[in-house]
């Protein structure tokens, strides 16, 4: 790993708006080799960041931190004195301390210096929007490695360094394991990273330290208000991406007014799409440099409007939010320098893409055909479900459900969301968290009924589910009782119902009062699916024989 000397972070947090200064040790220079802001995770030889917390301050573990090898603690006027006190107390040898006034914000440039500034010998490229980060990262991600690059991945999923795997606790890491990994990718000879970038990293400066040489916008839709006080600010955050300080050049979709209004704010030179009107009406192709031109199967032409110039590609995944997915990572590839050839040669292979649109059981012999997608907005519960209608035959049924501590004000659109689309909404728990889930279940359900109530949905029915595998196991008995073999309730001989979980997608676990129990809606499918056909196959009237 690349080394620095306290004295380039000393530096670094004058330049930043911060001092320097020694808790003793005044003539001392420590050689840094790492950064960590917690104390569990201090190696001999790293800068502790000891920063304010929501609970309590980083710099009450600051023994802790030294005691296991920190050699210099960064941490604000606060920290400064807990840290003295914490070293006097525990009897050890004074450290250096850098103190600066928000230490979060020099935090990433002090990662980055330590690191060697790996990044710049990175193609970086940076995916943010409310929906489409993880799909169009992946599809990004997936044509490089097709074009012959050595790619890293950062996102929602998982952490990936060529073939080498790890799942992600969040979208996008702290800026001091950023740099760790960013480092490790240059010393494994990676060509190209590319990094959902959440907009809670960029108002928690995790990404601070990064210049992102394309960065991508995917849309804007309600989400995290939990943690952004309004719309506008989550806009904001989203839109610093777009600056300067963190980005050469951008790709924006302007299929919402969100879209079309980073396109005319944002401070670096941005290319545009657009695959549909936006949402306030207007033609947004007025002015576009590159639009779609939609064929069958997948298949459309990603046109330059100013040349008349097209690109033939095809949407591997369902739905027509998926071609603007698609398009946008081919646009990010042309930024990068690849030719239309090379694009639409890299572009030809299926991504995979977990918990995405992802089929579990094709449907059929009086099954139905089962998806799984991680849709926990109101407007990507929409768009799933309208992507899969054209494709099912018989009934369409969703299970949902909503996070808890999170957006509660999202909860009755998702359901009424759902309702709008589905023929059948079970209402079923996400990550209830601390919240009861009953409680969660009758925001999502009561906006499903409301829908219903006022004449615009298309459900018929809204079951409350209860718990998630016993809501996915009835959504998947109803669904086999309405398959099509004769008998069946007003069914058509031969329609396949389609069952969509909506929610998790690709995730793991169920958090519920603190803990996190193992789950995952993909195991829960096959169950269900294993148990009907067990007991359809228990229950056959054995055949009479002559």
Request: hydrophobic share 45%; aromatic share 4%.
């Amino acid at each position: 790993m690349p080394l620095a000397v306290l004295g380039a972070l000393g530096d670094l947090t004058s330049r930043t708006g911060g001092t320097s200064q020694p808790a003793s040790r005044p003539d001392d220079e420590a050689l840094v080799t790492g950064v960590t802001l917690d104390s569990r995770s201090v190696l001999p030889g790293d800068l502790y960041a000891a920063l304010p917390g929501f609970n309590v301050h980083g710099a009450r573990f600051a023994a802790d931190a030294v005691r296991s090898g920190a050699v210099a603690v960064l941490t604000d006027a606060e920290g400064l004195a807990l840290v003295e006190d914490a070293v006097a107390r525990e009897g050890l040898g004074a450290v250096p301390v850098l103190v600066a006034a928000d230490p979060r914000a020099v935090l990433g440039e002090a990662a980055a210096t330590v690191y060697g500034r790996p990044s710049e010998g990175l193609t970086m490229i940076g995916v943010t929007g409310t929906n489409g980060k993880t799909t169009t990262a992946y599809l990004v991600e997936s044509a490089l490695r097709a074009h012959g690059s050595r790619t890293g991945l950062i996102g929602t999923v998982e952490t990936r360094i060529g073939e080498d795997r790890v799942e992600s606790v969040r979208t996008t890491p702290e800026a001091t394991d950023l740099h760790a990994l960013l480092g490790v990718m240059r010393e494994r000879g990676t060509d190209a990273c590319v990094m959902e970038v959440s907009s809670h990293a960029l108002e928690l400066h995790r990404v601070d330290g990064v210049v992102y040489d394309v960065a991508l916008f995917t849309n804007l839709s309600q989400d995290h208000l939990d943690f952004h006080p309004s719309m506008e600010a989550y806009f904001a955050a989203k839109a610093s991406l777009f600056t300067p300080e963190r980005s050469r050049a951008g790709v924006v979709c302007v299929d919402d007014a969100w879209g079309a209004r980073l396109a005319r704010e944002a401070g670096v030179p941005v290319t545009t799409l657009s695959t549909t009107a936006i949402s306030d009406g207007t033609d947004a192709t007025d002015g576009t440099d590159w639009t779609v031109e939609e064929g069958d199967a997948g298949a459309f032409t990603l046109r330059e409007r100013a040349t008349g110039r097209g690109l033939a590609l095809v949407s591997h995944l369902p739905g027509h939010f998926n071609v603007a997915n698609t398009a946008l990572a081919a646009l990010a590839l042309l930024a990068t320098g690849l030719t239309d050839a090379e694009v639409e040669a890299a572009m030809a292979a299926a991504p995979d893409v977990p918990g995405r649109m992802e089929v579990v059981a094709p449907g059929g012999d009086g099954t139905p055909r089962c998806v799984v997608d991680f849709a926990h907005t109101p407007d990507a519960v929409d768009a799933a479900l309208a992507a899969l209608r054209p494709s099912t035959q018989g009934r369409l049924i969703a299970v949902l459900g909503a996070g808890g501590d999170r957006d509660s004000g999202k909860r009755p659109a998702m359901g009424a969301a759902a309702a709008r689309r589905a023929d059948v909404v079970v209402v079923t728990d996400d990550n209830p968290r601390s919240e009861d889930p009953a409680t969660i279940r009758a925001a999502v359900a009561e906006g499903a009924r409301s829908e219903v109530a006022g004449g615009a949905a298309t459900a018929v029915q809204v079951i409350d589910g209860g718990a998630r595998s016993s809501a996915i196991a009835e959504a998947i008995a109803l669904a086999v009782v309405g398959s099509g073999e004769p008998g069946d309730q007003g069914e058509q001989e031969g329609r396949v119902d389609t069952v969509v979980v909506l929610g998790k997608g690709h995730e793991k676990g169920q958090e519920i009062l603190g803990v996190k129990h193992p789950f995952d809606d993909r195991d829960a499918v096959r169950a269900a699916l294993a148990a009907v056909t067990s007991t359809r196959r228990a229950t056959a009237r054995p055949e009479v024989t002559a």
